[in-house]
C-alpha cells in the first residue's frame, strides 16, 4: 500500500516500513558507538596494562548487578510485546512498567558508581587523573564517554518507554496495532546490547 | 478534472503552508532555497579567498581571517551544498514520483530533515560571529590543533553534527522508501538509476555519518572535558581522529558523486533518444562503489605516519574504487554512441559532468599513489582535484538536475539560451580557476596559505581571475532560473520528452502525485522511430 | 505491497525466561573466566561470549529469528563493517 499523502489524514499504516525504519535507526546507533568501540580497541591494544589497572578501580559488583538489570528488563519489555500480541493489555502494562522501573534502578547504580569514582578523584582532568599513566587517563576517558553516552540512551529509552505506557492506557497500541511499542522494544534492547559489551571491556579489562 | 498542483494545494497559506508542510515536494523546494542562498554565500567566500591571493602585498585580509575564510567555505560548501543538494533536493521531490509512490515512507521525519538542516546552517553561520574567534581549523578539525585552537570550533562542529542528523534521517526515509513504496510492478530491474544511485547514497548517509557524528562528540567532550582521546599530552593519538574524521568523510564523497551521477545517467538517455547502455552495469556499480569506497579512508593520510601495510592496502583499493566509476562513464559514452542526440541545457551541462568529473578523477588517482601523493598532500594539486569532482562533478550534476528537473517542479520554463550563454563564462572560469590550481599544487603551492611565494603568483592571478569569470557566469545562470520562477512561460508537460513517471503526470505535480498509483514496464524505452 | 497486517508470529513467553536464564548464565561464566583465568583465556572468552549474549539478544528478544533474510543481513554488514573499520585500523596501529 502507499505510504500516506502528505497533508491529507494519515492512510494506512504501514507496520513492516516502520519496522525497516527502526532497525535502520539501531544501525546508527550501533555505528555511533562503533566510533567508540574502534578508539577502545587502539587504546586498549597500545595500553593493555594501563586498562587492566584502570578495569580495577571500577566496582565490579555494580557493574554486574547493572548488566542483570539490564537483561531483566530487555526480557520484560520483550514479554510486554508478546503480551500486547496477544491481547493481554493487563501483562503488557505490568511488564512495561517493570522495564522502566529497572531503567531507573540502572540510572540509580549509575548515579551512585559516578559519585563514587568523582568523589575519589578519577574523573577527566582531575589532578589525580592527570598524575596517572597515560593510559589509564584514556581509560577513564573512555569509560565516562561510552557509559555517559550509553546513560543518556537509557534516559531516552525510559521516555520512550513510559510514553509507550501511556499509549497502551489511553488505547492508542492495542493488540492489532503494537508497532510502536514493538519498535521501542526494539530500541530498548539495542542499549541492553550495547551495555553488554561495555561489561567486558570496562569492569572485566584484562 | 483538474487537481491543483503542489504549489498550490492544501488548506494553509503563506509561510506556514511551506515550512509546516509535510510533501516530499515543498520540502525538495524548501532545500532548494535555503541551499541557493548558502551556496552564494560560500561563493562569495571563495571570491574573497581569490582575491586575498591577488592582494599579497599587503594582503587584503589578516591571516587569521583568511583561515577563517577557508574553514567555513568548505563547511558551508561541504555539509551544507555538496552533500545534500542532490540527495534532499532531487531525492527528496523526484524519489516518490519515480517509484510510482505518493510521498516519502516517514513524511513527518522529512520536514525534521529540513529542520535539522536549517538548525545546522543557522548554528554554523553564528559560529562565525559569537565565542572568541571564527573557527580557524579548516572543514576538517584536525586534532589537537582543533582542541586547542581558541576559536569557536565546539559551536561549527555541533552545527556540522545537527547536519549529520539531517542526513542520516534523509537517508533512513529513502530507504524505506524505496523498499516499501514501490508500485508492485517495479521491481527492482525497473527502477530508474536515479533511485539506484539514491540507494547507494543512502546507505551511506545511514552507516558513515554516525561515525562522523561521534567523532565530532569527541572533540567537544575533548574541549570542554579534556577527556584525552586525541590529545598527546594525555597519550592520546591525533591519527586516531584523522581515522575517524575520513572513515566517515570519504564515503560522504560517494553520498556527494552518486546522486550526481544519477542525475546524469537520466538526462543521458532523453536527450540521445535512446535507451541507457548497460542498466545492470550502472546500478550494481552505484552499490559497488557505496560498498569500495567505505574502505579507501587512508587515502588522506599518506603523510600523516601511518603504517606502510596500511599505504599499501588503502592505495590498493583506491586504484579499485575508480573501476565502477569508469564503468558508468563507459556506459554513458556508449549510450551517446549512435543515438539522436540533442544539446540543450541539461544536456549540456550534463555532458561537461563527463568531461569535469573525469579530469577530477583521474587526478585523483593519482594521488591515489603513495608516492605521488607524498609530493601533492597539502598542496594546491588536492584542492584542484577536489573542485574538479566536486563543483565541476557534483556541481554541474546538480545544476544538469536543476535545468533538466526545472520545469517540472515549477511549471515554468526558463530560457534556454541564457543557461546555454552561461554555459561560456562557467566552464572557462571553472579550467581557468581549477586547472591553474593542479599545475599550481605540483609545482608545491601548499594549500590553506593566505599568501604565495613570487613563484606561484603568476598561477594565482589566472586562478583569481578565472574564479571572477567563474562567479559571473553562475549569477547568469541562477538569475536565468530565479527570473524565470516568477516569469517563465508556462511549461509543458513534458518537455524533454522524457520516460520515466515524473514526465507522465501533470507539471507541476499534483500534491498527491498520482491519480492511481501506475502500473511500469521496462525503462528507458524511448520510441527511436519518432525521434529520427 | 502487503497490507498494514500486523506479523503473524508470535513469540511465547517462556522462549524469553529461558533466554534471560541463558543470558545471566553467560554472564556469570563471562565474569568467572575473567576473574579466574590469566590475560589471553579471558580475552578468548569475552570475544566469544559478548558476541554470542548479542546474539541471543538480537535473535529472540528483538525478534531476528523470525525476521526477513534481508534484514538478518543487513545486521551482519553493519557489524562487518564495524569489524572491517578495526581491522583496517590495526593494519596501521600494529605496523607503526
Known amino acids: ?206 | 478534472m483538474t487537481t491543483r498542483s503542489y504549489l498550490e494545494a492544501g488548506d494553509r497559506r503563506g509561510i506556514p503552508a511551506w515550512i509546516l508542510s509535510t510533501d516530499h515536494k515543498r520540502i525538495g523546494v524548501l532545500y532548494l532555497a535555503a541551499m541557493m542562498f548558502l551556496f552564494l554565500v560560500a561563493v562569495t567566500i571563495g571570491v574573497l579567498m581569490r582575491v586575498e591571493q591577488l592582494t599579497i602585498a599587503p594582503p587584503l585580509f589578516p591571516p587569521q581571517i583568511y583561515n577563517a575564510f577557508f574553514t567555513v567555505h568548505g563547511v558551508i560548501m561541504i555539509f551544507m551544498f555538496v552533500l545534500p543538494g542532490l540527495p534532499a533536493v532531487f531525492g527528496n521531490f523526484l524519489l516518490p514520483i519515480m517509484v510510482g509512490a505518493r510521498d516519502v515512507a516517514f513524511p513527518r521525519l522529512n520536514l525534521l530533515s529540513w529542520y535539522f538542516f536549517i538548525t545546522g546552517a543557522v548554528l554554523a553561520v553564528v559560529s562565525l560571529f559569537t565565542g572568541s574567534a571564527p573557527p580557524d581549523t579548516g572543514w576538517t578539525f584536525y586534532a589537537p590543533y582543533s582542541i586547542r585552537t581558541g576559536g569557536n570550533v565546539s559551536l561549527a562542529v555541533f552545527a556540522a553534527f545537527v547536519l549529520g542528523l539531517s542526513s542520516i534521517l534523509t537517508g533512513l526515509n529513502f530507504i524505506t522508501t524505496i523498499h516499501r513504496l514501490r508500485t508492485p510492478s517495479m521491481t527492482w530491474h525497473r527502477m530508474p538509476l536515479f533511485v539506484w544511485a539514491i540507494y547507494g547514497t543512502a546507505w551511506i548517509q545511514v552507516l558513515a555519518t554516525p561515525i562522523i557524528g561521534i567523532t565530532l562528540l569527541l572533540v567537544i567532550l575533548e574541549r570542554v572535558f579534556g577527556i584525552g582521546v586525541f590529545d598527546p599530552a594525555k597519550g592520546g593519538d591525533p591519527l586516531l581522529y584523522q581515522h575517524l574524521f575520513w572513515i566517515y568523510s570519504h564515503p560522504a564523497v560517494y553520498i556527494m558523486i552518486l546522486p550526481a551521477m544519477g542525475a546524469i545517467t537520466e538526462i543521458i538517455p532523453t536527450f540521445a533518444h535512446r535507451t541507457i547502455f548497460g542498466y545492470k552495469a550502472i546500478a550494481y556499480s552505484s552499490i559497488a562503489i557505496a560498498a569500495l569506497g567505505s574502505l579507501v579512508w587512508g587515502h588522506h593520510m599518506f603523510t600523516s605516519g601511518m603504517s606502510t601495510a596500511a599505504n599499501v592496502v588503502f592505495s590498493l583499493l583506491t586504484f579499485l574504487v575508480a573501476v565502477p566509476s569508469a564503468i558508468k562513464v563507459f556506459n554513458w559514452t556508449s549510450t551517446l554512441y549512435k543515438g539522436s542526440i540533442e544539446v540543450r541545457p541539461p544536456m549540456l551541462y550534463a555532458l561537461t559532468f563527463i568531461f569535469l568529473f573525469t579530469i577530477g578523477g583521474l587526478t585523483g588517482l593519482m594521488q591515489g599513489a603513495v608516492n605521488v601523493n607524498q609530493h601533492v598532500h597539502d598542496t594546491y594539486f588536492i584542492v584542484g582535484h577536489f573542485h574538479y569532482v566536486m563543483l565541476g562533478g557534483t556541481g554541474m550534476g546538480f545544476f544538469a538536475a536543476l535545468l533538466y528537473w526545472f520545469p517540472k517542479m515549477f511549471g515554468k520554463m526558463y530560457n534556454e539560451k541564457a543557461a546555454a550563454l552561461a554555459w561560456f563564462p562557467i566552464f572557462v572560469g571553472f579550467n581557468m580557476l581549477y586547472f591553474s590550481m593542479l599545475v599550481l599544487g605540483y609545482m608545491g603551492m601548499p594549500r590553506r596559505y593566505y599568501t604565495h611565494l613570487p613563484q606561484y603568483h603568476t598561477g594565482h592571478v589566472i586562478a583569481s581571475i578565472g574564479s571572477f569569470v567563474l562567479a559571473f557566469g553562475l549569477v547568469i545562470l541562477l538569475g536565468d532560473l530565479l527570473v524565470a520562477l516568477f516569469r517563465g512561460k508556462k511549461a509543458p508537460q513534458n518537455p524533454w520528452n522524457g520516460v520515466s513517471l515524473e514526465w507522465q503526470i501533470p507539471t507541476p505535480p499534483p500534491l498527491e502525485n498520482f491519480e492511481e498509483i501506475p502500473t511500469v514496464g521496462r525503462p528507458y524505452v524511448f520510441n527511436q522511430e519518432a525521434a529520427r | 505491497m502487503e497490507h498494514a497486517e500486523p506479523h503473524a508470529h508470535i513469540v511465547p513467553y517462556g522462549t524469553f525466561v529461558r533466554v534471560w536464564l541463558l543470558l545471566l548464565f553467560l554472564t556469570a561464566a563471562l565474569v568467572v573466566t575473567a576473574k579466574a583465568y590469566h590475560e589471553a583465556m579471558s580475552v578468548y572468552a569475552m570475544l566469544v561470549i559478548t558476541p554470542l549474549k548479542a546474539g541471543l539478544v538480537f535473535f529472540y528478544f528483538m525478534h531476528l529469528k523470525y525476521e526477513k533474510p534481508f534484514l538478518k543481513s543487513m545486521v551482519l554488514m553493519t557489524l562487518a563493517l564495524l569489524v572491517l573499520f578495526i581491522g583496517f585500523l590495526f593494519l596501521d596501529l600494529s605496523y607503526r
Open chain 1, 1 to 206: 500500500m502507499s505510504g500516506a499523502a502528505s497533508d491529507a489524514p494519515a492512510g494506512h499504516k504501514d507496520y513492516e516500513g516502520s519496522k525497516l525504519g527502526m532497525w535502520l535507526f539501531l544501525f546508527t546507533e550501533i555505528l555511533l558507538f562503533g566510533g567508540l568501540f574502534i578508539l577502545y580497541s587502539a587504546y586498549w591494544a597500545r595500553y593493555t596494562a594501563d586498562f587492566h589497572r584502570g578495569g580495577q578501580m571500577l566496582n565490579l559488583g555494580i557493574g554486574v548487578a547493572n548488566t542483570v538489570v539490564l537483561l531483566t528488563s530487555s526480557m520484560t519489555v520483550a514479554i510486554s510485546v508478546s503480551a500486547m500480541q496477544q491481547g493481554n493489555r493487563r501483562l503488557s502494562i505490568w511488564c512495561l512498567a517493570a522495564t522502566v522501573l529497572l531503567g531507573l534502578v540502572f540510572l540509580g547504580n549509575k548515579a551512585i558508581e559516578w559519585s563514587a569514582e568523582i568523589g575519589e578523584g578519577l574523573y577527566p582532568n582531575s589532578p589525580e587523573l592527570l598524575a596517572r599513566p597515560h593510559g589509564e587517563q584514556l581509560f577513564f576517558g573512555l569509560y565516562y564517554s561510552m557509559t555517559g553516552l550509553h546513560g543518556l540512551h537509557v534516559i531516552a529509552g525510559i521516555a520512550v518507554l513510559s510514553f509507550m505506557l501511556n499509549s497502551i492506557r489511553r488505547n492508542t497500541i492495542t493488540r492489532t496495532d503494537y508497532g510502536r511499542l514493538e519498535n521501542a522494544g526494539l530500541y530498548w534492547h539495542l542499549v541492553d546490547v550495547i551495555w553488554i559489551f561495555l561489561l567486558p571491556l570496562f569492569y572485566l579489562s584484562a
